[in-house]
Nanobody, 125 residues
């Protein structure tokens, strides 16, 4: 299987920066798209940004200009650089993998829709 573990969340003042990381572990052969989502208090989870296996990126309007997604394929890691943070950026940030090829007992499997447990971000005004 594939496990995703996020880190880098915390408490920051408005205007500050944070860099989130998400490491995918397991006997992974390949990962397609990696993405970040956010769930603000009392709201539904929303898409923020995505990066493909060849580095193609896409962003939600709320993330454009302030957030930058990147990935290290060799380390199976995706990052989210967040600049000029605002109080409305407060929430739980989740890492997502849409599809991955992984090994179990010398057999390969293709799995979809992997989520991490989330990392909390609080932006104070």
């Amino acid at each position: 299987q594939v496990q995703l573990v996020e880190s880098g969340g915390g408490v920051v003042q408005a205007g500050g920066t944070l860099r989130l990381s998400c490491v995918a572990s397991g006997l992974i052969a390949s990962i397609d798209n990696m993405a970040w989502y956010r769930q603000a208090p009392g709201k539904v989870r929303e898409f923020l940004a995505e990066v493909s296996d060849v580095g193609r990126t896409s962003y939600a309007e709320s993330a454009k200009g302030r957030f930058t997604i990147s990935r290290d394929n060799a380390m199976n890691t995706v990052y989210l650089q967040m600049d000029n943070l605002k109080p409305e950026d407060t929430g739980v940030y989740y890492c997502h993998v849409d599809r991955a090829l992984y090994l179990v007992a010398s057999s390969s499997f293709s799995g979809v829709d992997f989520w991490g447990q989330g990392t909390h971000v609080t932006v104070s005004s």
